[in-house]
């Protein structure tokens, strides 16, 4: 299966984009029926999670204390301004991995797939890989 690519725009600095249809399109379009999909992000200051996609508190919550856990401004050097993005994002991590199976994403009753900004807001890409089992 060839790479596919997501797009889309985020709308705060620090924010959280819940993916999950666009990547079971993704899963459904390439016919795959077994298999695993692999989601990442090809951008050093966001990062790719799985989380409860259900009470929207859970995004606030998370945005809130990922603030809280690296601050903005902390006396970083690096000369773009953006230290923490990087850091949020490698403490975040850049891909996940979900099981296909019947077609479908294997994901809990309350998960989803989250794009995570932290250097925003930006127009960004999300690329999608199936591996057939």
């Not at 993916?19 to 795959?32: D, L």
Request: glycine share 6%.
């Amino acid at each position: 299966m060839k790479l596919m690519i997501i797009t889309l725009q985020t709308s705060h600095h620090t924010d959280m984009v819940e993916i999950t249809r666009e990547v079971q399109k993704v899963v459904a379009e390439s016919g795959v029926k077994d298999g695993v999909c692999t989601i990442f992000s090809p951008h050093t200051t966001a990062a790719i999670t799985i989380n409860e996609n259900c009470d929207p508190d859970v995004v606030r919550d998370f945005t809130m204390e990922i603030d809280k856990i690296v601050p903005w401004e902390d006396g970083y050097r690096h000369f773009e301004g953006n230290s923490a993005a990087h850091l949020k994002a490698s403490l975040i991590g850049f891909s996940e991995q979900v099981i296909i199976e019947n077609g479908k994403l294997v994901l809990g009753t309350w998960q989803g797939i989250y794009f995570c900004e932290y250097d925003g807001p930006r127009h960004r890409k999300v690329y999608v890989k199936i591996s057939e089992c």
